[in-house]
């Protein structure tokens, strides 16, 4: 039986929460396995993708529970004074890395939506002595920011878990500042590969299933106004499907405004991004996505499905 968008959120929110509180206990996990008391499980996801430079003066337990495919501080390619957001922030590992990085005239920000994480990472912020740094609790979908309030946004296998990818992407172009950039780490899919030939490598909740193909993620960046797109295949961690980097640029001159709104301005005429997949009768979702026929499928572009 598939599972509806509410039943998968929840089923991500606790396998981050078990995560968490198996870290807090002593031990560690890795994006698509079982809690273990071992900190490295797999070359594909976890703390052995940082290097030992990265690892080495940050908390025991901020490393543990790095459960993301890529290094996405370095992938951003950070500068002083920068303000920095961290997608499904986890133990804080991005963010702390981030707020070094960007150094005291910069702040890095971090948004999770799982209480015993959050936990976790401030806990962690305050061993390692970090004072620009702020852990939001909040969906990346609906993210708890102004718009403009940040120069930069990382990921680190994250993005592959929403259930309302196209509200992330816009929601990523809303907070960055004219010519902000992303740099985020993701579980990316070949073209080719089907939505069920995805599901049949891996679980949702294991960073595969939900993961967009490199075609989709290019054309969501640019749907939402996002220019000089690129994903890059870095390494396997499923047939056909790779740890990959992705960028984009918001344009200086903040133009394409307007088509940055599609995955979340229509929703908000019905509610919140988070819960725009859900919260809709089919006559509202009809209106919000601008259709005459409530029992049409409605694209997820427009916070609707």
């Known amino acids: 039986m598939t599972e ?3 039943e998968l959120r929840e089923t991500v929110r606790r396998r981050y929460a078990e995560a968490a509180v198996t870290v807090t206990a002593g031990g560690s996990s890795c994006c698509g396995d079982e809690a273990t008391t071992t900190l490295e499980l797999d070359e594909s996801f976890g ?3 940082y290097t030992q430079l990265d690892r080495s003066d940050l908390p025991v337990a901020a490393v543990a529970a790095s459960l993301g495919c890529g290094n996405p501080t370095a992938v951003a390619d950070l500068h002083e004074g920068e303000r920095v957001l961290d997608l499904g922030s986890g133990g804080g590992i991005d963010v702390l890395l981030s707020a070094k990085r960007v150094g005291a005239e910069g702040f890095a920000y971090g948004v999770d939506m799982t209480t015993e994480m959050l936990d976790l990472a401030r806990a962690n912020a305050a061993k390692a002595g970090a004072t620009n740094v702020q852990f939001l609790q909040g969906a990346i979908e609906d993210i708890p920011l102004p718009d403009g309030a940040v120069d930069v946004v990382i990921s680190n296998c994250v993005i592959n878990l929403s259930t309302d990818k ?13 010519g902000g950039r992303i740099g985020i780490s993701d579980v990316v899919a070949e073209d080719h ?4 030939q995805r599901a049949e490598r891996g679980e ?4 595969i299933a939900g993961a967009l193909s490199q ?9 939402v106004g996002f220019t000089d797109a690129t994903v890059e295949f870095t390494h396997t961690v499923a047939d056909q499907m790779h740890g990959a980097i992705i960028r984009a640029t918001k344009p200086a001159d ?25 919260c809709c009768e089919a006559e509202a979702k009809a209106d919000c996505c601008h259709t005459s026929d409530p029992t049409t499928d409605l694209p997820t572009s427009c916070g609707c499905r």
């Open 254 to 278: 903040g133009s394409l405004t307007t088509a940055t709104s599609t995955a979340s301005t229509a929703a908000d005429s019905c509610c919140s991004h988070a819960e725009a997949s859900t």
């Open 204 to 207: 949702y909740v294991g960073c």
């Open 4 to 6: 509806t968008t509410n």
């Open 47 to 49: 703390s052995a993708l």
């Open 193 to 196: 590969l089907t939505a069920d």
């Open 166 to 178: 196209p509200a992330v992407l816009a929601e990523m172009f809303r907070v960055l500042t004219p």
């Open 215 to 223: 075609r989709e993620y290019l054309d969501g960046l640019a749907a």
